[in-house]
T-cell receptor, first 110, second 114 residues
């Protein structure tokens, strides 16, 4: 059974701070890793994808992957109130489907 | 980012009725998926569809569910006899190619079974 675990939160950070979101996964053959943002009542929106160990930066977002530890994280720099949402970690293991975590709710306090 | 569209945005039905949820794909995308999200729960994979065939399905996707691409464009999910526990958001997702490509999600259909 493939599992993707995330702290449900809520994670509260002040505006301008760095938000750090974490995710662990159980399937060692996982190959693709995604962070989606989901506003309440809306669909998941892709933020970042990462496939290799290390860091990947895109604007204010940095994804980090450590396959040996089966760990993936998302850092959001200069957090804004508009970043307040639930962040979903999703993992692909070479098949077609993605396995999602339950999500971490982020609240950025002005 | 390409836009995937879904209709209807909200469907209310009586238990035991059949519902059909529709997804309008992006023209050059090859792989299609249905996921669902029960309120407050995680997004769950239902089925993947490629070349007019089911590629994978989860244990949730039982005989009450079916998928097809009836006119070569729209991609549909049919639930034959809805149950109360089928109430959820249903998301269509697509990707252009296999492997490590990105899945783009549609806006979803909220299904309410009374």
């Amino acid at each position: 059974q493939k599992e993707v675990e995330q702290n449900s939160g809520p994670l509260s950070v002040p505006e301008g701070a760095i938000a750090s979101l974490n995710c662990t996964y159980s399937d060692r053959v996982s190959q693709s890793f995604f962070w989606y943002r989901q506003y309440s009542g809306k669909s998941p929106e892709l933020i970042m994808s990462i496939y290799s160990n290390g860091d990947k930066e895109d604007g204010r977002f940095t994804a980090q992957l450590n396959k040996a530890s089966q760990y993936v994280s998302l850092l959001i720099r200069d957090s804004q109130p508009s970043d307040s949402a639930t962040y979903l970690c999703a993992v692909g293991a070479g098949s077609y489907q993605l396995t999602f975590g339950k999500g971490t709710k982020l609240s950025v306090i002005p | 980012e390409p836009e995937v569209t879904q209709t209807p945005s909200h469907q209310v039905t009586q238990m035991g009725q059949e519902v059909i949820l529709r997804c309008v794909p992006i023209s050059n995308h090859l792989y299609f998926y249905w996921y669902r999200q029960i309120l407050g729960q995680k997004v769950e994979f239902l089925v993947s569809f490629y070349n007019n065939e089911i590629s994978e399905k989860s244990e949730i996707f039982d005989d009450q569910f079916s998928v097809e691409r009836p006119d070569g464009s729209n991609f549909t999910l049919k639930i034959r006899s809805t149950k109360l526990e089928d109430s959820a958001m249903y998301f269509c997702a697509e990707q252009q190619g296999a492997g490590t490509d990105t899945q783009y999600f549609g806006p979803g259909t909220r299904l309410t079974v009374l």
